[in-house]
């Protein structure tokens, strides 16, 4: 009859179905935490950094087609029996469209989108505006080219957007077109048939089939829709339509690392941006998914400072000229300088240890890219995990190790345990990596030495920042003490104090303090100080 609801809701639906002599029984149903999949450390950790972190379920209810169905559920949403019948959910099987009639159905309501290099998709919401995501489209200001399937090209202009949830408008003036009818997405279930339209690697109004993954996979305190099917750079921005061609999401982003998995925003959130029809019974639904997503947001915030309380081995890459440089990312106490660590590789049953002597240490929040990573930062920065969170890049000694083998090398953390998750690397990067140690030994050292004084600069750059700071704290702080005197040297003065003698004293201080702040100002300016120095 229906599953993944309330119990409130399942108590009425039993109450309505007595009252007709049906007989009906309670099931409760698997916790979203027992079937959601878990996140490995290392897996976890990276998604935060650059890699999609996902976790989350949701369910949604369908209503046969018996008379007495019906009429039970008019009576839980109020109808009477002459009333008009409000139109249920239909079950996906039972409704679900050919992929042929949805292509025909959302295609001409589809553009492409072109705004200098980047190109990306998107859909009519209204007759002269286009729903899409906020990281293929221009500036405001900015035109853009918007191609239509009947072969027009028009202009574009981008009216609102969001940046954290990477949606935007764009108003099409003499577009014309026809809006898409927008869908529900807490009635789909993992399995249902979707189909979604783009234009990867510049293919417009490509047409793909997939199915629904997971509802409401949280990435930075989003839920999306994971869907397994193929997607490319071309597809963001595009309709994800369910097997009735409604939109319930916008394809945002595909999985990082994994074949054939990508995300889509829900059609929910775009209620910042335009007017969404809803009922109450959805709003419900939805408002129960965007609070299981923000647990599932409190977790990963949870196990994100749990991980970076020990030594992490992010990533380990060939590097020509260099060989196999890790990265590790560790939470400090004080900005790190030279810090050992041990990490154990294994092959074909061979273990041996390489002693890393990591120099160079950035803040993570300086290793993120400005424009690619500015929501990863936002949300870090917000969550307040970038706080005394440091990466250090240095290269793997493999010409200490005496590894041999041709499949893959297992590195973990030296200390870790056994069930620490281990990073495979090629063995024959390992081998590639010897072998430029050997013909290239005096360039590699020289990129060590560069680290080190990369890390000298740095730590020199710190003082320096630290002393500007505390010198226009000290300024700004003794300025503040004068004028909160002088304000109540001046309400004793009103209350018929004796207070003026020692006004005049603080009045000529201030101007002496004032003087001195302009004067750091000025010299500050002469040695182009940063602002943030003078904070």
Not at 175 to 198: C, S
Request: hydrophobic letters at 40%; a neutral charge.
């Amino acid at each position: 009859m229906a599953r993944g609801v309330s119990s409130a809701f399942a108590r009425k639906l039993l109450d309505a179905l007595a009252k007709h002599g049906a007989d009906a029984h309670l099931q409760p149903s698997e916790s979203p935490e027992a079937t959601a999949p878990r996140r490995s450390s290392r897996t976890g950790l990276v998604a935060a950094l650059g890699v999609l972190a996902l976790g989350g379920i949701a369910a949604g209810i369908g209503l046969t087609r018996s008379p007495t169905l019906r009429q039970a559920a008019r009576e839980i949403s109020g109808l009477k029996p002459g009333d008009p019948e409000q139109p249920t959910a239909a079950a996906p099987e039972e409704s679900a469209l050919p992929t042929q009639d949805i292509a025909k159905l959302a295609s001409p309501s589809t553009v492409s989108l072109h705004c200098g290099g980047k190109t990306g998709s998107g859909f009519f919401v209204d007759a002269e505006l286009v729903l899409t995501n906020e990281h293929v489209v221009c500036p405001p200001g900015k035109m853009m080219d918007v191609v239509l399937p009947d072969g027009r090209q028009l202009l574009g202009e981008t009216v609102k957007s969001d940046v954290d949830l990477d949606l935007a408008t764009v108003r099409v003036v003499g577009a014309k077109g026809t809006p898409l009818k927008l869908g529900d997405v807490t009635l789909l279930q993992p399995g249902d048939k979707l189909v979604f339209i783009g234009s990867p690697k510049g293919m417009d109004f490509t047409v793909h089939e997939g199915k629904v993954g997971f509802v409401g996979r949280e990435y930075l305190g989003n839920g999306y829709v994971q869907f397994n099917a193929s997607v490319n750079p071309g597809n963001s921005g595009g309709p994800l339509l369910n097997g009735r061609g409604e939109v319930v999401g916008v394809v945002s982003m595909k999985v990082n690392d994994a074949d054939g998995m990508g995300l889509a925003l829900p059609i929910p959130y775009a209620s910042k941006l335009i007017t969404l029809p809803s009922t109450p019974e959805a709003k419900a639904r939805w408002e129960e998914l965007l609070a299981r997503v923000a647990r599932d947001e409190q977790r990963e915030v949870q196990r994100y400072q749990q991980q970076t309380s020990e030594p992490v081995l992010l990533s380990v890459r060939h590097v020509d000229e260099l060989g196999l440089v890790a990265l590790l990312v560790e939470r400090f106490d004080t900005p790190p300088r030279r810090v050992v660590r041990r990490v154990e590789a294994e092959s074909e049953g061979k273990k041996c240890s390489l002693t890393l002597s990591i120099e160079y240490w950035r803040p993570v929040r300086d290793t993120m890219s400005a424009t690619e990573d500015s929501r990863r930062l936002r949300w870090f920065a917000a969550k307040g995990l970038t706080e005394g969170v440091y990466v250090g890049a240095v290269r793997l000694p493999v010409e200490d190790c005496t590894l041999t083998g041709t499949g893959n090398a297992s590195l973990k953390m030296e200390g870790a345990g056994e069930d620490a998750e281990r990073f495979d690397v090629p063995m024959k990067d390992f081998h590639a990596s010897l072998e430029e140690w050997k013909r290239n030994k005096g360039g590699i050292q020289m990129w060590q030495q560069s680290l080190w004084q990369r890390r000298e600069a740095a730590d020199r750059s710190r003082q320096e920042s630290d002393e500007w700071r505390s010198n226009f704290g000290r300024a700004r702080a003794r300025i503040a003490a004068l004028e909160e005197e002088k304000r109540k040297l001046l309400e004793e003065e009103a209350a018929g104090g004796t207070a003026t003698k020692r006004r005049w004293e603080v009045e000529v201080e201030l101007k002496l303090a004032q003087g001195q702040l302009a004067d750091l100002e000025r010299y500050a300016a002469e040695k182009n100080v940063p602002a943030s120095w003078r904070q």
